[in-house]
């Protein structure tokens, strides 16, 4: 059974830095693309980033370029968001997803807050 | 402002087919892109509902259907059921945007 296991979130002053981690289990996570997917209070789906097998390719929406930085550890069966200068913007709910679009696999999220 | 329009609701008496659309332009769905559908219950993760814009993933019963033409897809949900309750969403690529996008959700409403 695919599991997807987020961790890292809660509260964080404006400016102030998480770093999110997705952990895998239940598929071949190196063979898979893997993406982050944040949903704000009351919103709809946005796509922030996603990241190659390899870790040789990753992606990001405009709002978080140069802000969020996205990895993996393939041995560990692993996948961080370093997410730093947060914005109360950024508050939502953050969901670890397999693939590029279609996004297969759901984590249950992690609450990120960000406010004073 | 979402790149992919979608009503913001829907609803529909049990037994009942609706339908929601998705549309596009030329960037994304008018550009040949795929586009996926997910269904997301109160209080849970997003589940991908069809993919490839007809293809439903296992376990997806066939009342839900999807399908695209030009600019725009549709999710077509038959035989309507108080346990369809839920936001669905379409999702595609946006190659002006160099990134994934996601329609704004429509909330369907079962009566």
């Known amino acids: 059974e695919v599991q997807l296991v987020e961790s890292g979130g809660g509260l964080v002053q404006p400016g102030g830095s998480l770093r999110l981690s997705c952990a895998a289990s239940?598929?071949?996570?190196?063979?898979?693309?893997m993406s982050w997917v944040r949903q704000a209070p009351g919103k709809g789906l946005e796509w922030v980033a996603n990241?190659?097998?390899?870790?040789?390719?990753?992606y990001y929406v405009d709002s978080v370029k140069g802000r969020f930085t996205l990895s993996r550890d393939n041995a560990k069966n692993s996948l961080y968001l370093q997410m730093n200068s947060l914005r109360a913007e950024d508050t939502a709910v953050y969901y670890c997803a397999t693939g590029n679009g279609p996004f297969d696999y759901w984590g249950q999220g992690t609450l990120v807050t960000v406010s004073s | 402002q979402s790149v992919l329009t979608q009503p913001p609701s829907v609803s529909g008496a049990p037994g009942q087919r609706v339908t929601i659309s998705c549309t596009g332009s030329?960037?994304?769905?008018?550009?040949?892109?795929?586009v996926h559908w997910y269904q997301q219950l109160p209080g849970t993760a997003p589940k991908l509902l069809i993919y490839?814009?007809?293809d439903r993933p296992s376990g997806v019963p066939d009342r839900f259907s999807g399908s695209k033409s030009g600019t725009s897809a549709s999710l077509a949900i038959t035989g309507l059921q108080a346990e369809d309750e839920a936001d669905y969403y379409c999702q595609s690529y946006d190659s002006s945007l160099s990134g994934l996008v996601f329609g704004g959700g429509t909330k369907l409403t079962v009566l």
């Open positions: 239940g598929f071949t996570f190196s063979s898979y693309w």
């Open positions: 030329s960037p994304n769905i008018g550009a040949g892109y795929d």
């Open positions: 990241i190659k097998q390899d870790g040789s390719e990753k």
């Open positions: 490839g814009n007809s």
